[in-house]
C-alpha cells in the first residue's frame, strides 16, 4: 500500500506563533519532526491544538515563524508538501449524497487511482463491510468518521495530520488505529495528531503547547 519511506529529516517548525481573537495561543514554538516520528499535540482546550494543526496543513496561514518541508520552506514546495499530505479534522469531510464506496473512490481518483477492491478492503478495516453502497446521509456520526478514517488505509501520503481521530470510535476502533498509526510510523511516515487519550505507543513524543505561551491556557 505504501513504500518504505526511511527516516529522512522531513517537516521543521523554527518559531512558530499564533493569537486568534487578539489573544496569543502559542510563541517561538520550534521542533523537527522526522520520518517514523508521531508527534502528540497536548494542551487544555482553547490552548490552539487545532489551529497548530491547521497552520501545518496549510489551511491558516496566520502566523509567525517558518515552516520547512524537505529543507525548503513549505511556501516555495507547496505541492510536493500537500501532496504527502492526509489531513481528518473535527468533520468528517464526507459527502452526504454519495455513498462511502462513492466518497473513498473519488478520494482514490484524487490521489492514487486504486479500484474497488482496495476501498472495500478498507471500509473492511474500518468496520464498515456491508455499507459500501448505503447513503452516507443514512449512517451515524460514527459510522461517518470511519468513512473518513477509512482514507488512511488508501492514502499514499507520508504525513498524517489528524485532529482527534479517535471520536465517536468504539474500543475496537481505536486498538486497529493504533496499530495503524504504529505501522504508519515504522514505515518511515511522519504522524502528528491531537487526542485526549493515550496512545500506547511507544515512539510517541509528546508537544505540550502550554510550554510555548505565558498564559497558561
Known sequence: MRADWGSAAALKLDGISCERDDRLLFQNL????????????????????TTLLRVLTGISTEYRGELTW?????????????????????????????TPEENLDWYCGMNNGLGREEISRALAEVGLAGYEDVPSYRLSAGQLRRVALARLYLSPARVWILDEPFTAID?????????????????????????????????????????FTGEGA
Not at 182 to 190: E, R
Not at 198 to 210: R, S, T, Y
Open 30 to 49: 520550534s521542533a523537527t519532526v522526522q520520518g517514523g516520528d508521531i508527534l502528540q499535540v497536548q494542551g487544555p482546550n482553547g490552548s490552539g491544538k
Open 70 to 98: 524537505c529543507g525548503q520552506p513549505v511556501g516555495q514546495n507547496s505541492f510536493d508538501y500537500h501532496r504527502n499530505l492526509l489531513y481528518i479534522g473535527h468533520l468528517p469531510a464526507v459527502k452526504r449524497s454519495l
Open 171 to 211: 474500543v475496537h476502533g481505536v486498538a486497529k488505529l493504533r496499530e495503524l498509526f504504529s505501522h504508519h510510523a515504522k514505515s518511515g511516515g511522519i504522524l502528528i495528531l491531537t487526542t485526549h487519550q493515550d496512545l500506547g505507543i511507544e515512539q510517541v513524543k509528546m508537544l505540550n503547547l502550554l510550554e
